[in-house]
Structures are given as C-alpha cells and as structure tokens.
C-alpha cells in the first residue's frame, strides 16, 4: 500500500497545546504509516501585519492536492483573515479535512464543548461563591472559542438573574503580557470592583493575577480568578489556578484518526466533542486537589525554567557566531552546529533561487507571496552530519530534496523570511524538541535574523565589488586601469614572489594610432584601442590581469616561468591582429609593438622597475617597426 501523505496547517504562538497537538497526530500518523507534513508559523507572534505576513506565507506551500488529507489547528491560527482564507482553500481542493477547535462549515470538526465548559465555570462561581458581579476577560473577538466561552459566560449570568454588564466584557490576545494590561485597564476604568475575573485562558488568568497582587490585592480574598486550558503552570502557580481541563493530545490523535477513517472511506460525524473538566482550585476559593499532580508539574515547572535559561545562552552565542560569518558558505557551515539543537532526524534549509541571484540595482524587489518554482538547498543534514549539496535545486512542491526511509516521518515546515521578505523555508524532519521547551521560536527568529544579515552582506559585497571595477576599470577597453594595475597587478607580483615564481612583464604599444586618429577621426582611433584589448582579451592566459597602462600602451602581467610561455603569447597576439586586419575593410591596419621581462622573485626590484625594463625594450621593438616601415618591409 502506498504510504499516506497527511499535511497539518498550524500557528505556534501556543507551544504547550501546538506540542501536544501535534505529537497526538504523528502518534495516530506512524501507527498508519503515514508521513506527516506540518506546516507550521507564528503569526500572530508580533503586532506588526507585515511581519506576520512573512510568517502565514508558509501556507502557500501547502497544495492539498499532494495531501491525502489535511489537518487545520484552527485554535493557533490568531489571524481571523488567514483562518478563513485557508480554511476556503481547503474545502475548494475536495480533500478531506478537518478542523480542531474551530467549528468551520464544510470541514469535519473536533474540538471541546467551550460553551459548556464556561458556563459551568460561571455557575460554580455564582451558585458555590455566591458571586454577583462578573467581569469575562477574553481573547480576540473573532476567535470561535472565545465567542463560545463569552456565550457561556453570558448565558450563565442571565440564567442565574445576573444582568449583563458590557463594560465587564473584554478582548484581548491569549498572552499573559495581555492579562497584564487588562488588569490595568480595568483599574484605570474603576472596574476592579468585581467578585470574579473569569479568563479565557490560564495565560490571562497568570497575568492578571500577578499585577493584581503586586498592586497589593490577594486572589482569592479580594475577588476570585478562573482561568482555561490547564496550562503546566496552572498546578504550580500560587494561588493554584481554577481552569478547565481538555484533550491535547489526545485531541490530536483522535482528530488524525477521524481524517485516516475519512480518506478510507469511512463515514464519519461533521462534529466530535472532545472531553473537557472544570478543575476548581485556590484561586476561586476552593481547596487545592491533586497534590501528586502539583508536584509533578512544579518539577517540570523548575526543570522547564532551567533548560530555558540553559537554551537562552546557548541561542544567544548562536546569534553571535551567525552574526561574524564573512561569507554565505561559512554561514552555512557554522549553522550546521546549531541545527542540532533541534534533535532533528534530519534538516533541509531551501532558498529561494531569486533571492541568491539577486544583485544590487534598480530591480531589487523582493518576492513577499508565494515561493519560487526551484529552491536552492543551502544546507542539507541527516544524522547530525553536512550531505553534500553544492549546486543541487530542487521543485518547491516536492518540499525536500529526498524522503528518507519507507517509515513514518514528520516533516516541520516553517518559514525563512524577513518582515514579508520570503528568503526560503525550513524543514526540520522528526523534531519537536525545541517546540516542548518553548524555544523553536527564538531558534528561528535567530535563523531568520542572521541569514537576512548574511544577504544584505552579500548584496553590499556585490556592490563594493561593482564599485572598485569602477575606479579599477578602464571605460573605453574594459581592461584594467592605473588603478587597477596597483591593486590587482602588483597582488600577483607579490603573491609570486612568496611562491618564488617569475613574473611576466609584457609592455604593448599600439603602431600608429596619432596617424589614425589625425587621418581617420578619432572615431577609428577609439575602434583601434578597443580592437587591440580584443585581442589581449582573446590571448591572455587564466590568472593573467590586463591593463590599459596609458592612452595607447597596454600591460599583461602574470605569473610566467618559461620564456616559450611569453613568446607565444606575443606571437599569439600578432596572429590575432594579423587574422583581425585581413578580414577588416579598414583603411589602417592595427599592429603593435612589444616587449616584455620576466620578473625573478627576490630580486629586490619593484613592479614598476619591471615596467620600465620592458617599456625600454619595446620602445626598441618600435623603432625597429619604424625603420621597417620607412624601408618598405
């Protein structure tokens, strides 16, 4: 049998539910078989659209076509925009799909009962606590488990006589920095005047709590807070957080079973609700429960705290080295040291080939939608060790340059870009260990910050180099000028001399050009010039710099050991002119007069003396073409 293909759309500004999402899925995956393409982002990670965009452009690559099937964590996605944009796009493709947490029409659902849940949340505060006035503190508006929460929050009130109060009904973000500001607003607004807080989340719930006690107020004396999600700090927290424990992973494994039934066939329901459990706790005013499970959870709590600050130090030297590398090779071979802190199977990170054929100018647009048609692999890693890569492009749809064994595999794809500058993407074969310790995001923004330094590094490179041609070249012939005869020609002097290698000093003078111009116009002057480096182009050797020394002088300087090497260059020359002059209807023909010294290494004389030496002996080569001229030879 064909082995399944099953891709996962998800955001992962929620590590602890995207982690346990995720590995329930692999684990119903790899019991099929079936390989596992997660395409994965934090948007919604910054409040800045346009960074957000460079992070939702993942999803381009997912085309449900090569999918037997698609997964959406709907509940990680915080762009309302971005959800139903892919949400559509799915159900147009006709695969089968569903949905977890976020109940969209025409894709098969998964997801807890939230509107239940909450408001049996409420009615425990009103009908155990005797609460009379509520305040529901949300997450975004648009969310669907928010929605449901706030309509079982609302309900609750209305069913136990509590009249609704708008100004008690708040949205913000999932975050704890978020719960933060609420607690603030709410003081600002004389709202802390409330018996409960009920939260969204154990995020808003954690932030919320913690500015309310250093504003001097004690949970639960003062009023009582719930939260949601039985978050792993939930049970270590002080006070013990009231919240609603559900599936996580779990709801993973069920939800990829749901869709294996799906693309076999199987009919299966449009919903499935998953179990979910009020958890009352201290913050709420009830007694703590569970004590084998708090000190599990504050063992992880201390071991979690721990690794992070282990992992911060080691992201941060990351960053550093990234940072210094002075070349997009070195780039990629330092990051190879860092890729194994992912703990991937394997590793894949694919360029756009635009962005490496990009060059300084007018034209300097950057793609911010979609991905090229071929990606360069700029770095490829299986067990830890570099494979070689060097040129190897591959189709964008096929995602990586090859799969690995018949087993099961995840593949996590997350984007490589800058703002909404698309760079490239990742992919990160088999690893979720970073995404448990919370850190695959710092791992990536520093991915993504270095390689768009490394660039820009290039770019300016590019230009510098565009630059110095400028002042080192000569305009009329293209070769090198007085400038750039001290910079390149006097390099290779030096260079043969620490290798004790000659140098070959050839001097050249263009026959006649003054007669040329003065007969002609200096429209034939200026062809005769450019025709003379045609030929020097044509003749001179690999690693040889050629130079436009004056107005009708030339250099060809190299490294030379052999006196036949000089002679047949020269003889080289005449026959490139010679062939040139038979062939043109010119009413001149085009000749020149050399000649040239072999420079030996630690002689103790300069290039310039070697000029000299050579101008000397070509100026009697001149005369002698003179002399033959006059006698009609």
Request: with cysteine; net charge negative; charged share 25%.
């Amino acid at each position: 049998m064909t082995k399944r293909k099953i891709a996962v759309a998800v955001g992962g500004k929620r590590n602890t539910v995207m982690f346990e999402t995720i590995s329930g899925i692999w684990k119903r995956a790899r019991e099929d078989g079936a390989d596992l393409y997660v395409f994965c982002c934090y948007g919604g990670s910054s409040e800045d659209p346009v960074y957000n965009s460079g992070e939702y452009n993942v999803f381009s690559l997912l085309h449900p076509e090569d999918y037997d099937g698609v997964i959406m964590v709907a509940r990680n996605i915080d762009s309302a925009r971005q959800r139903e944009e892919l949400a559509a796009f799915l159900k147009k493709s006709g695969r089968p799909a569903i949905s977890i947490e976020n109940d969209v029409e025409g894709m098969y659902f998964a997801g807890i009962d939230n509107y239940t849940a909450l408001y049996k949340m409420t009615s425990h505060l009103i009908e155990k606590h005797h609460c009379e006035t509520l305040s529901y503190i949300g997450g975004p508006d648009f969310d669907y488990e928010n929605r449901e929460r706030c309509r079982g929050f609302c309900k609750a009130c209305t069913d136990h006589g509590i009249a609704l109060d708008e100004r008690r009904i708040h949205h913000y973000s999932w975050s704890n920095s978020d719960g933060c500001r609420a607690f603030h607003e709410l003081r600002n607004q004389q709202l802390l005047d409330a018996d409960a807080y009920i939260c969204a989340n154990d995020d808003l719930a954690i932030g919320f709590i913690n500015e309310a006690q250093a504003a001097g107020f004690n949970v639960p004396k003062d009023f009582l807070v719930t939260g949601f999600d039985c978050s792993p700090y939930a049970n270590v927290f002080s006070p013990n957080l009231t919240t609603v424990d559900r599936e996580k992973e779990s709801a993973g494994y069920k939800a990829c079973d749901l869709l294996l039934k799906a693309i076999g066939g199987t009919q299966i329901p449009h919903q499935t609700v998953l179990k979910s459990s009020c958890i009352f706790s201290e913050s709420c005013g009830c007694k703590s429960r569970n004590t084998e499970r708090s000190r599990r959870d504050r063992c992880q709590a201390v071991e979690s705290v721990l690794a992070k600050d282990m992992l911060t130090a080691e992201l941060n030297i990351m960053e550093t080295v990234l940072t210094k590398c002075g070349s997009l090779e070195a780039y990629y071979h330092n990051l190879a040291a860092y890729v194994q802190m992912l703990h991937a199977r394997a590793f894949y990170l694919m360029i756009n080939e635009s962005e490496l054929r990009k060059t300084p100018g007018i034209n300097t647009a950057y793609r911010n939608h979609g991905y090229d048609d071929f990606m360069y692999v700029s770095l490829m890693m299986e067990n830890n060790e570099e494979i070689a890569h060097s040129g190897h492009r591959i189709s964008t749809r096929s995602i990586v340059p090859s799969l690995l064994d018949g087993k099961s595999h995840m593949y996590l794809i997350s984007p490589v870009h800058f703002q909404d500058r698309c760079m490239g993407y990742c992919v990160s074969v088999d690893s979720l260990d970073l995404i448990r310790r919370d850190r695959y995001f710092d791992w990536l923004n520093n991915l993504n910050t270095t390689l768009n330094i490394m660039h820009e590094k290039r770019l300016l490179q590019i230009l510098n180099d565009k630059l110095n041609m400028l002042y080192m070249e000569d305009s009329m012939t293209g070769l090198y000028n007085r400038f750039g005869y001290s910079m390149k020609a006097v390099d290779i002097f030096r260079e043969n001399e620490v290798n004790g290698d000659s140098t070959l000093v050839l001097f050249l003078d263009l026959n006649d050009l003054k007669m040329i111009n003065d007969t002609y116009g200096h429209e034939h002057g200026d062809l005769a010039l450019r025709t003379m480096a045609d030929a020097i182009r044509a003749c001179v050797p690999e690693g040889f710099i050629p130079v436009r020394y004056g107005g009708d002088e030339f250099l060809i300087i190299g490294r030379c050991n052999r006196r036949k090497t000089a002679d047949d260059l020269n003889k080289a020359l005449s026959d490139y002119l010679e062939q040139y002059n038979k062939t043109s209807k010119n009413p001149y023909k085009v000749t020149c007069s050399a000649g040239y010294t072999l420079a030996k290494p630690f002689s103790g004389d300069s290039l310039d003396s070697y000029v000299q030496q050579a101008d000397k002996i070509m100026y009697k080569a001149k005369k002698k073409f003179k002399k033959n001229r006059l006698a009609g030879k």
